[in-house]
């Protein structure tokens, strides 16, 4: 998106269970054109530059069936909204039976229309985009069978739950993480049909018409060593291409639209070749894992990977795949790692409901969320970091690493014009004390001033004690600190 900040801040909303919220909160019927400006104001007053609306697409029939019938999602309904019905179920979001608007979201040209006011506020438009498959009800699965990997009499005795008829006679393969079972609601596209390529390319065309950017799905199941590995058996009559598929799709739709964003859902290490083939951002989810399970000193270490890598990363303590932070982390350490999330280089992701301190992780397929009980102490962080965080400083400046001389403390700093912010964490469960050596300007001769941020609290440090010791900082268990360094000329 043109004039987005280099490290910006993104806000995932999934859209059905939003229109539902907000129409009950305004006691009419609302379409994403009608949502209100408040609504939407909202987001820009916490510092928020782009909105990824999930869920967006219209939804397969066949995969509601599924989703009502499979007993292993019928649990998490249980679990996440007791008392469910029929009527909260839609099909997963990501077996799109065609990119057009839902109609349960409204008529189509809204998507343009909500653009359109999201752009004029300074936010951009984020939407999903599915490379691997789609729903095996998609009347491409009649009209071009040839387009998904198929599956001949052999393949099917042997695997009978990786494929499906759409037509009686001839059988497709269900969309596949080589790591888990098929995802029984959705049909496997074959990348390395030049004709499927080019369909999926244009989709992306049309979606760059009523959007600013895109979330694409489990991008590194295009590659073609991964295809390959998960499929190439069953696609031998397809030479493999010679170029990648992202390498085409994001050099033709940068073509038309240059500041078009492109987003990857990533794993497995292939973050960096993503990158290098266009990609704006790729989920990190190795960071992820590091707060969740590492120690601060494994944390820092991972932070030492070179500062252009990391700035196009995306990085995340709770989505629609993973937990609730609250739950996942437990209440203070969520606090802790979402300091670290909002101040280390890159695209900083937030989830719906992380603000509140939500705690109930909900299946994509429902359609109408539970009562959970928003955190007061929660939303009073949340609403204290996002506005420290919206400084130009953290999304136009430098970063760099701090030393500190105790292991469980993390520092980094952002230099910005005369601007100095330093984020320091205790990311342990024991108390942590020590002293951090920051590079002071060479302008700063006799005093420091330095006031944390989060707290509202200001001291003044002596220049030459600071230069031989460091600054002391003594912060409890999972405690934060955001300082803003000034000093006399």
């Known amino acids: 998106m043109a004039g ?6 993104l806000y995932e909303i999934n859209a059905r269970l939003f229109i539902r ?13 009608t949502i209100p400006d408040e609504e939407c104001q909202s987001l820009v007053q916490r510092g928020f530059d782009l909105v990824w609306l999930m869920g967006v697409w219209q939804r397969s029939p066949d995969a509601r069936q599924q ?17 469910w019905t029929e009527a909260d179920i839609a099909g997963s979001p990501y077996a799109i039976l065609n990119y057009r608007l839902d109609p349960a979201l409204g008529k189509p040209g809204e998507l343009a229309q909500l653009r359109s006011r999201l752009n004029h506020l300074g936010l951009g438009l984020v939407l999903d985009f599915v490379p691997n498959h789609l729903a095996r009800d998609h009347p491409w699965t ?8 198929p599956g001949n009499k052999a393949d099917v005795l042997a695997h009978p739950d990786w494929f499906f008829t759409p037509d009686g006679s001839t059988y497709l393969a269900h969309g596949r993480d080589p790591n888990f079972p098929p995802w029984t609601d959705t049909a496997q596209l074959n990348l390395y049909s030049p004709e499927l390529r080019q369909a999926l390319i244009t989709e992306l065309g049309k979606i760059a018409e009523v959007a600013d950017g895109v979330r694409c799905d489990m991008a590194m199941l295009a590659l073609n060593d991964v295809f390959q590995g998960v499929w190439g058996a069953m696609v031998k009559d397809y030479p493999r291409p010679q170029t990648e598929f992202w390498a085409e799709a994001i050099g033709q739709v940068k073509q038309h639209h240059p500041d078009f964003l492109f987003l990857a859902e990533a794993y497995w290490g292939l973050e960096l070749g ?5 990609f704006d951002f790729t989920y990190d989810k190795p960071f992820y894992d590091r707060l969740l399970s590492a120690t601060a000193s494994d944390i820092r270490s991972y932070l030492m990977s070179t500062i252009p890598y990391q700035e196009r990363l995306a990085r995340f303590i709770e989505n629609h795949d993973e937990s609730r932070a609250v739950s996942a982390f437990g209440h203070e350490r969520s606090l802790a790692a979402a300091v670290i999330l909002a101040t280390v280089p890159g695209l900083r992701l937030f989830h719906d409901g992380q603000l509140a301190g939500k705690r109930i992780h909900l299946p994509v397929q429902l359609i109408r969320e539970p ?28 970063w760099g690493l701090v030393e500190v001389d105790q292991n469980s403390l993390l520092a980094w700093s952002w230099r910005y014009g005369k ?10 469960p024991s108390p942590g004390e020590g002293f951090i050596k920051l590079l002071l300007p060479q302008e700063a001769k006799r005093e420091l001033i330095v006031s944390d941020e989060l707290a509202g609290v200001t001291h003044r440090q002596n220049v ?10 003594n912060l409890a268990s999972y405690h934060t600190q955001i300082l803003a360094v000034d000093w006399q000329d």
């Open 371 to 398: 009562s959970d009980i928003a955190d007061d102490e929660v939303i009073r962080f949340y609403d204290r970091l996002l506005r420290v965080v919206s400084q130009p400083a953290f999304h136009n400046g430098e």
């Open 67 to 83: 989703a009502l019938a499979n007993p292993v999602l019928r649990q998490q309904y249980d679990r996440a909204l007791p008392g």
């Open 464 to 473: 030459e004690e600071l230069s031989r010791w460091g600054l002391y900082v």
């Open 274 to 278: 993503l990158q290098q083939m266009g």
């Open 142 to 149: 009649i009209s071009h069978p040839n387009w998904f990997v």
């Open 419 to 428: 601007q100095m912010k330093v984020a320091v964490v205790n990311y342990s």
């Open 4 to 9: 987005m900040r280099r490290h910006p801040l």
């Open 21 to 33: 919220r907000v129409s009950e909160k305004y006691h009419r019927a609302l379409t994403l054109a």
